[in-house]
């Protein structure tokens, strides 16, 4: 929108001549782009089907404010600039789609030198450029649009929002019920499994000593493998 405004000022002390023109085509292009990777997914994520809570918005027509909160003032149709009932209550895509459509003919007016274009170096010149905006259809059926698509946003982005802290809550449970599961399999594999192994292998330790201490002392000297077990309690390998 902003950019719209600085076709017809083109102030010098912000732009070179002819910029706002080339960033407004490439913002064009960069949407109409968006758009259709949305639609088709071709950018590898999901479609718009793929959110059927959002079809109320990108696909019905209708009033599309935060919270549900439609003024009358919302929607004050004008024929005469072409804000009609049927345009400013389309779908948000097919909005977006007609707001750039507007946007391109207005940028065809600017070659066309539909517009007066002054430098602004007089306050003359200034009234003069102020007063064409103010009074010219495609700036007043702008404001509409774009409080329209801002709307549709806003709606877009809360319902995106509730969904996915939907979706951390869910995952949050899972998480939480693995992560119990996973200590209760600890505490049985520590009990059941661990705790029976560190015994057979006391009582297999006991049953050695036992054995070393029944052989008489004369043999135990003469063997260095006995003598060396019972004064490191370690065998020889």
Sequence with gaps: MFFTYETIFQDRSIFVPNEPERILYDLISTIENVQEELKSGSYGGPTFDNYPS????????????????CKDEDFQYDNSYGVSEELSTLPQNELIKEYLYYVKNFLTNIKDFQYVQLELISKENLEIMYNQVLNDNFFKLQENLIKNIKGGIQVANYELIQNSIVILDDKLTSLTTITIAGVILLIFINIFIFERAYRGKIKEMETLVSFAFLIPQQIINNN?????????CQFDE
């Design 224 to 232: 260095e493998k006995y003598k060396r077990f019972l004064e490191t």
């Design 54 to 69: 959002l079809n109320y918005i990108l696909k019905e027509n209708g009033c599309h404010r935060l919270m549900d909160v």
